[in-house]
């Protein structure tokens, strides 16, 4: 992976300083809280309904042990024990000090990571597919191309105030695993018919109020120009995009008001002024960046075990982790693994401690001392010998991470919603916890196979219900009781699609009844080996509306108090404030 050379540690040990010298300031009184909102931001500390929270950038979501047992450390020093995977591959921390966080920034420095960037209107993380370099599908590797977009971005002079928040991911396999069609400026890695390495470029996704698919902008952009291309776009989304109005703000608004073609002919002639500019990616830097993503010492194996064939026809629970959370690795004799953080019980995403440390543990042991984070909230060892996996597996029981449901239906993608979010309209934990315990029968989950359902607690989208089979989000209403907006139909990867509203919203303990109504549907409709968006892309809404609203659903209703709170400043002053 990625080491920081000297100029870069230096940057972030400057930064931090520069921080903790902000933050006593705040403290001592001479900076207002109005006046250390853009700083703080700019290193991503938010304020959350609990307190400050802190998002920390784990680049395409790879980690080292080192790191891992760093996030241990700060869950337990300074949080409350746990923290949050996200979607986007970083980790966020809800129950801080503000007097921590320079100490917290300086642990984190100590382990080449960081908060920058993680706020703001900015070019955000840069994520990639979790399985980048072991993955059979890979065209490309997309781990050093992710590097140098990541450096290029962090600091970038021209970049730093941009209409609204930007983000980019990259996908290098045939298949996406990195939701590129959802991002403001999706990255597909490829080779051309000559074999020449090149990008595909999708430009405008994005989910939040109004989602978009990305639009293709170029088929095939050489690896030597991704950078100027990617720079194109954003001097003209920079000096077009709407900075009036927030919510139309995103270069998806933009590049919908001027059209594809148009928006391509503006960055077209941009990028013909910058080129063959010092932005051209040369054969020695690409090496040089490459050389941080080699191959970790492999040994020579086959991919014929006859232990594990043994084990699994013993052990039902062990045949179901290898079914679910086992995927092919490029190198014979080799596996990735997924553990799941979506044992259902628990809340999705969130590690304790004691499992971070178990997981930087069994990577150390395992998987030549790696983990990365699943853009669906779960954690990897991409490189596991397939000799290990009976060991692996029943050391990682102990920690709860081998629950077998990748891909299922308790696989839920859930934001923080209400108990955390200032801008939430109802919970969307609580109800993934709900959802996940009824629907917790292993044969039923196998049964229903591959379905992707995603929670967000308001129409932000964070918990991208735009493209869950079954999406649900939690929508304003006058009287402030929580009510959800049920979604259908939408997914990401190579056939991604928007999710629509199936009809009037439902309360809190009507949703599993819903989602139940809905995959009855789907195992009376479906035909052999169709997936359920398959059955759902084949048949249409109607017959999952008629079954839902053909009678009431009998349940009964929790009190629901208020929950509506005021949101902090910061979404109350303009992002585009010449101040940040
Ligand atoms: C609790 C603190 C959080 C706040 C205040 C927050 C705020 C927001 C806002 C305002 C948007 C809408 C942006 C727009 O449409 O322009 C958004 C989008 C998004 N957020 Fe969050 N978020 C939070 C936590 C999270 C978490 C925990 C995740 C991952 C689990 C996440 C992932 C995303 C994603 C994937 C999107 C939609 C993609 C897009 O930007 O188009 N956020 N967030
Ligand atoms: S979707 Fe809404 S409720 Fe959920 S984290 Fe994002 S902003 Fe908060």
Redesign the pocket.
Known sequence: MYRYDEYDQQIVDERVEQYRDQVRRRLSGELTEEEFLPLRLQNGL?M?IHGY?L?IAVPYGFISSRQMRMFAHIARRYDRGYG?????Q?I?F?WLKLEDTPDILTELASVEMHAIQTSGNCVRNITSDEYAGVARDEVVDPRPYAEILRQWSTFHPEFAYLP??F?IAISGGKEDRA?IY???IGLAVTKNAQGEVGFRVLVG???????VIGSEICEFVPWQHILTYVESILRIYNQYGRRDN??K??I?ILVKALGIDEFRRQVEADWADIKDGPGTLTVEEVKRVASFFTDPAYETLTDHDPALNEFKADSRSFSNWMLRNVKPHRVPGYAIVVLSLKKPGTVP?DATAEQMEAIADLADRYSFGESRITHQ?NLVLADVRQKDLIRLWQEATAYELTAPNIGLLTDI????GAE????ANARSIPLAKLIAERFESLDFQHDIGEITLNISGC??????HHIGNIGITGVEKKDHDEWYQVSLGGAEGNNSSIGKIIGPSFTFNQVPEVIDRLLQVYLRERMEAERFIDTVRRIGHGPFKEYVYATDLAVEEEEVTGKHVVAPAE?SVPYYSPRF
Do not use: E, W
């Open positions: 938010y959350q929270m998002r949050h995977f996200t979607t986007r970083n966020q809800n609204r928040k983000k939701a959802a991002h403001d996704g994005g989910l939040g109020r109004t989602p927030k919510y703000a995103r998806k995403g909230q993608i859930s934001c923080p955390f979010c200032t801008l129409v932000n989208a964070c918990g991208q979404y």
